[in-house]
C-alpha cells in the first residue's frame, strides 16, 4: 500500500550546521505534502508545505524540496538552533480524501 | 496558538472504565480528525469527520467511537478501556474547502491500568 517513510530514524547536527531531513512517499498520486515538528509532549506543529506543481518553497530558515521523479522530500532548516530539537513527519495527502498520511518521524537532536 | 483544544492532557484510568476524550475548535473548521500515536512512533488515523453528523473510521482499526453533533466539537469514546488502549490521542482539524493540512490540539495522553 501507499507508504511514506523516512531513511533516518535520529540527525544529530551540530549548533548552527544546517540540517537535512529526508522522505521517501511512494503514492504518486499524491499532490500535498506537509512538514510538522513535534515536540515532547506537545502535538505536531505546522512547518511548511508544497504542492505537487512546485518543486521548491522556502520560509523561514526553512527550505521544502519536493522531486516528483524520484518521490522524494526534503527539509532543509538553515543554521540549526537548539530550539529545533524535535521529531519532525512528513506526511502526503492523495488526493479526494482531505486524510494525511504520515511517515515514522525523524528525531533532530542539536549539539552545542 | 492553535484554537483546538483537547481535555484531558493526561488520564490515568482502570480496566472496564468508560473514558470521553474532548476536543472542541475555535476556527469553524469542518473537517476534524483523530490520530493515535505511540511515544516517537508515527501518528495513525482513527477517526474522522467531514462536518455535522458525519464520521468514518480511519485507517486503524479503533475500538473507540466518535460524534460530530456540533462543528466545533468532535469527542472520542473508549465504552471499556484496556491496557491495549494506552497512547496519545491526537485531534486536529482543517478547513473545509481545498486541502491546507491540519491544526493540531496538544493531545492527551492515556493510560489504562
Known amino acids: 500500500g501507499e507508504s511514506v517513510g523516512l531513511h533516518l530514524p535520529t540527525l544529530s547536527v551540530q549548533e548552527g550546521d544546517n540540517s537535512i531531513i529526508n522522505c521517501a512517499y511512494s503514492?504518486?498520486?499524491?499532490?500535498?505534502f506537509i512538514w510538522y515538528k513535534q515536540e515532547s509532549g506537545k502535538g505536531p506543529q505546522f512547518i511548511i508545505d508544497?504542492?505537487?506543481?512546485?518543486d521548491k518553497r522556502q520560509g523561514q530558515r526553512v527550505t521544502v524540496l519536493l522531486n516528483k521523479t524520484v518521490k522524494h522530500l526534503s527539509l532543509q532548516i538553515a543554521a540549526t538552533q537548539p530550539g529545533d530539537s524535535a521529531v519532525y513527519f512528513c506526511a502526503e495527502n492523495t488526493g479526494t480524501a482531505s486524510k494525511l498520511t504520515f511517515g515514522t518521524g525523524t528525531r533532530l537532536q542539536v549539539t552545542l | 496558538e492553535a484554537d483546538i483544544y483537547q481535555t484531558p492532557r493526561y488520564l490515568v484510568i482502570g480496566t472496564g472504565k468508560k473514558i470521553t476524550l474532548e476536543c472542541s475548535q475555535t476556527?469553524?473548521?469542518?473537517?476534524m480528525y483523530w490520530y493515535q500515536q505511540d511515544p516517537g512512533m508515527e501518528l495513525h488515523l482513527i477517526h474522522y469527520?467531514?462536518?455535522?453528523?458525519?464520521?468514518e473510521k480511519g485507517d486503524l482499526s479503533s475500538e473507540s467511537t466518535v460524534s460530530r453533533i456540533r462543528t466545533e466539537h468532535f469527542p472520542l469514546t473508549l465504552e471499556s478501556a484496556r491496557p491495549s488502549h494506552t497512547s496519545q490521542y491526537l485531534c486536529a482539524s482543517s478547513r473545509g474547502q481545498g486541502f491546507y493540512g491540519y491544526t493540531f490540539g496538544s493531545g492527551t495522553r492515556l493510560t489504562v491500568v
Open positions: 469527520s467531514y462536518g455535522v453528523n458525519s464520521t
Open positions: 476556527m469553524g473548521h469542518d473537517k
Open positions: 508544497i504542492r505537487s506543481n512546485m
Open positions: 503514492n504518486s498520486a499524491s499532490d500535498y
